[in-house]
């Protein structure tokens, strides 16, 4: 346990200094602005392993989509694959879908109301289970995410990969501060993403810096290296078929569905491969990360008589109007080419939101 941080008076005044620094510096988001554990969960569920910048416009089509769980419970798995577009990780979203049946089921709607309740949904651990129970009921229960362990790591002076695994839990169970919990949560998180950054602490800034056994010495373990990796799409366009003939307006797309069975993105619409990464004579080259891995993405147009070019992977194939594309749960990758062919955004479905519409 950090020793000076074991007297009530050091950690009343830690409370403190975090809560009016979060006061002053908390960035205006849009879950920020709500005590609706359905909406803090879907932004906390969005916010696993996602920048918050890439979150906001997606959790606001999300909302403006499905605002309740029981709109969320009724809607068809393909559409909420294709609203969480461009986050990645889509088990999260699979997950929070079967979790809106199990709330809709077991409360009739009533999301469960303490943190171990939570946890019994699908998706849902011990730091969802924290960080919804205490915003949105201000339940005195502490979040520990990469960001806040980084920052009671440095606080305590413990070594990133040291043995205080057990000591961490404790720590922040004692810190958190009792009658705002989910303030302090939130302050401790936006502390980590904003302050106490991994590779440049802004200790200059950083309220607790008078706290901190280590204030900018301690060590983050650089990034695992990336790899780039070649990969080769095929574009195949041909005219929108309008009964027997080719509509002038409008093109379609072979689009190809990943398999259920497969271990990523299973079910999701893609491009279909190509048996080999062309050399040359490309549509175009698109970079794309995942992880630690950059894809160097070479899609070459491919006409409809020569589809033994592509690679069988098994998944059903379709053509699509491009227009219409952009509804279905494509793979972010698929969507980034998709924009650079036509004037499809490189976001999910676009939806006209009414202020306070009503979708029970
Ligand atoms: N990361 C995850 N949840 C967060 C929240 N509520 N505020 C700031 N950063 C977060």
């Given amino acids: 346990m950090a ?20 006061s002053r510096h908390r960035r205006d988001l849009p879950w920020r602005q709500t005590r609706d554990p359905y909406a803090i969960w879907v932004s906390e569920i969005m916010l696993q392993q996602t920048r918050v910048a890439v979150v906001v416009d997606r959790y606001r089509e999300f ?5 309740t769980v029981f709109a969320l419970a009724s809607a068809p798995e393909q559409e909420v694959l294709a609203l969480w577009s461009g986050l990645g990780y889509y088990r999260r979203a699979r997950m929070l879908h079967k979790a809106a049946h199990a709330v809709v089921a077991a409360g009739k709607g009533k999301m469960p109301g ?5 946890r019994s949904l699908p998706g849902v651990g011990t730091y969802t289970a924290a960080a919804v129970a205490s915003i949105a009921y201000n339940e005195p229960v502490a979040v520990v995410d990469g960001n806040v362990e980084r920052v009671l ?15 961490m839990d404790e720590f922040a169970a004692r810190l958190v ?20 950054l991994p590779r440049s602490p802004q200790c200059l800034v950083c309220p607790l810096a008078e706290f901190c056994k280590t204030r900018g010495e301690h060590k983050t373990a ?10 080769g799409y095929a574009l195949c366009l041909r005219p929108r078929q309008n009964g027997a003939s080719a509509d002038p307006d409008g093109a379609e797309v072979l689009l190809e569905q990943r398999p259920q069975t497969v271990s990523v993105m299973p079910g999701l619409w893609e491009l279909p491969s ?10 175009m080259t698109v970079r794309h990360a995942i992880m630690n891995v950059n894809y160097i993405v070479r899609v070459r147009d491919v006409q409809e008589t020569e589809l033994a070019a592509l690679a069988a992977k098994g998944g059903q194939r379709r053509w699509v109007r491009l227009d219409d594309a952009r509804g279905l749960a494509l793979t972010g990758l698929t969507r980034k080419v998709l924009s650079r062919v036509n004037s499809t955004p490189s976001g999910p479905p676009h939806i006209e939101c009414q202020p306070n519409a009503a979708d029970g």
């Fill in 274 to 283: 190509l048996l080999e990464v062309p050399n040359g004579d490309t549509r």
């Fill in 177 to 196: 501060d009792p009658d705002r919990p989910g303030d302090f949560n939130q302050a401790m998180m936006e502390l980590g993403a904003m302050v106490c």
């Fill in 153 to 167: 790591c440095r606080v305590a002076g413990w070594d990133a990969n040291g043995e205080h695994g057990r000591y």
């Fill in 63 to 67: 909302m403006c989509r499905f605002p």
């Fill in 222 to 231: 650089p990034r695992a290296r990336s790899v780039n990796r070649e990969v």
């Fill in 114 to 118: 303490t943190a171990a309740e939570l």
């Fill in 3 to 22: 020793k000076m941080l074991v007297d009530k008076e050091r950690v009343a005044q830690v409370r403190g200094v975090l809560l009016e620094w979060y």
